[in-house]
T-cell receptor, first 113, second 114 residues
Framework: AQSVTQLGSHVSVSEGALVLLRCNYS??????LFWYVQYPNQGLQLLLK??????LVKGINGFEAEFKKSETSFHLTKPSAHMSDAAEYFC???????????FGQGTELSVKP | KAGVTQTPRYLIKTRGQQVTLSCSPI?????VSWYQQTPGQGLQFLFE???????NKGNFPGRFSGRQFSNSRSEMNVSTLELGDSALYLC?????????????FGQGTRLTVV
């Protein structure tokens, strides 16, 4: 069965600092991987997705993620944090079953001025 | 293009009652899936519908059910509500029913059971 582990339920960075949110996955089939962001009282917005075309995936709002098969990781990064990046971030995997996303527990990102 | 629309946004129900939540997918999307989000369990898959047929179901009791109409709109129903059913219920639509297709989420319905 597929699963996702997000290391760190809460990450705090200063404005302008590097953002690194960690995601490790487990999958018996080639995975499709996603990062979503959720702002308070909102649904989930897709940041980026990996579908095997390229290991480095660029998303919206300056975020990118790199697929590393050897490490079963798909970490999310952004070179310079902005106050508006404060939100909860979810990593998700699919591929074993059509249409079903398996989510990690989420990482809440705080950005200090 | 309008996004995924969920109604109502907020609901307060009493234990033992039943509730129906509605989801209108993005125009042209034929796949609709539902997720439950709670602080303790996180995001959990409830079920998915494609072409009016339930294709996948998560590990939830039979009190949770759903359906999809010919216009791809979907409803989910929870009967005999329990306090533990309090959650944010998210609906997502996808253009295809396939592995790797991204899901577009609505803003959710916040259900509070008292």
């Amino acid at each position: 069965a597929q699963s996702v582990t997000q290391l760190g339920s809460h990450v705090s960075v200063s404005e302008g600092a590097l953002v690194l949110l960690r995601c490790n996955y487990s999958s018996s089939v080639p995975p499709y991987l996603f990062w979503y962001v959720q702002y308070p009282n909102q649904g989930l917005q897709l940041l980026l997705k990996y579908t095997s075309a390229a290991t480095l995936v660029k998303g919206i709002n300056g975020f990118e993620a790199e697929f590393k098969k050897s490490e079963t990781s798909f970490h999310l990064t952004k070179p310079s944090a902005h106050m508006s990046d404060a939100a909860e971030y979810f990593c998700a995997v699919s591929g074993e079953v059509e249409g079903k996303l398996i989510f990690g527990q989420g990482t809440e990102l705080s950005v200090k001025p | 293009k309008a996004g995924v629309t969920q109604t109502p946004r907020y609901l307060i129900k009493t234990r033992g009652q039943q509730v129906t939540l509605s989801c209108s997918p993005i125009s042209g999307h034929r796949s609709v899936s539902w997720y439950q989000q709670t602080p303790g369990q996180g995001l959990q898959f409830l079920f998915e519908y494609f072409s009016e047929t339930q294709r996948n179901k998560g590990n939830f009791p039979g009190r949770f059910s759903g359906r999809q109409f010919s216009n791809s709109r979907s409803e989910m129903n929870v009967s005999t509500l329990e306090l533990g059913d309090s959650a944010l219920y998210l609906c997502a639509s996808s253009p295809l029913f396939s592995k790797g297709t991204e899901a577009f989420f609505g803003q959710g319905t916040r259900l509070t059971v008292v």
